[in-house]
């Protein structure tokens, strides 16, 4: 009877252990899946700003060309080429083709402002003194974006290779995210000041 009485008590103790057991690799999965997720929901946000800011820049530009024409007419080169940049920018729709797409922006805006330096009249204009502000301050804005998008980005990357939890992250379908790197010839913002 007492040989029935210990068999039954190692039975319900190996039971709980065993429920125990499954309970924290349940609640560790679930726990670690949500955390993929909230990570992975902040790196969408913070690309989401990114391209509000690029937005916010592509919107400035048919302004800003405008007041150029008006001033320097025969730069229709100059001209297509921000226009078409602009389009490509617009159309761009993961980090690896925003960060592409602004690199040839930036180039073409840096093509635009040196052209610009050719028209002191232009240079004094206030519409044109407007925008080159506004342009400046979204240049800072989209850098900004782009570190935390990368920040975010980078915390979420780790936990998808930090083990157990890349285990998990395969699991689960979730990838290593790109970062937002800029492009090699467009390290440093459009020049914007003419003083």
């Not at 800011?53 to 592509?58: D, F, I, P, T, V």
């Not at 050719?118 to 900004?144: C, H, M, W």
């Given at each position: 009877m007492q040989e029935a009485k210990h068999k039954n008590r190692a039975l319900i103790t190996w039971f709980a252990i065993f429920f125990v057991g499954i309970f924290v690799v349940v609640g560790y999965t679930v726990s670690t899946r949500n955390g993929f997720?909230?990570?992975?929901?902040?790196?969408?946000?913070?690309?989401?700003?990114?391209?509000?800011?690029?937005?916010?820049?592509?919107?400035?530009?048919?302004?800003?060309?405008?007041?150029?024409?008006?001033?320097a007419k025969h730069e229709e080169s100059v001209f297509s080429a921000v226009t078409a940049a602009r389009e490509r920018m617009m159309g761009a729709k993961t980090p690896e083709e925003m960060s592409a797409a602004d690199g040839e922006l930036t180039r073409s805006l840096g093509r635009l402002?040196?052209?610009?330096?050719?028209?002191?009249?232009?240079?004094?204009?206030?519409?044109?003194?407007?925008?080159?502000?506004?342009?400046?301050?979204?240049?800072?804005?989209?850098?900004?974006?782009?570190?935390?998008?990368?920040?975010?980005?980078?915390?979420?990357?780790?936990?998808?290779?930090?083990?157990?939890?890349?285990?998990?992250?395969?699991?689960?379908?979730?990838k290593e995210i790109a970062l937002f790197?800029?492009?090699?010839?467009?390290?440093?913002?459009?020049?914007?000041?003419?003083?």
């Open positions: 997720v909230s990570a992975k929901t902040n790196v969408d946000k913070s690309l989401a700003d990114i391209g509000v800011q690029l937005q916010r820049r592509s919107d400035l530009i048919p302004s800003l060309v405008n007041t150029v024409k008006g001033y402002f040196a052209v610009a330096e050719n028209y002191p009249e232009l240079k004094a204009n206030e519409s044109f003194l407007s925008l080159q502000d506004e342009i400046a301050g979204t240049e800072n804005r989209i850098a900004v974006s782009r570190r935390e998008f990368n920040e975010q980005a980078t915390r979420f990357n780790t936990m998808v290779n930090l083990f157990p939890k890349n285990l998990l992250a395969k699991m689960f379908g979730f790197n800029a492009d090699e010839n467009a390290k440093t913002v459009p020049v914007v000041n003419f003083d």
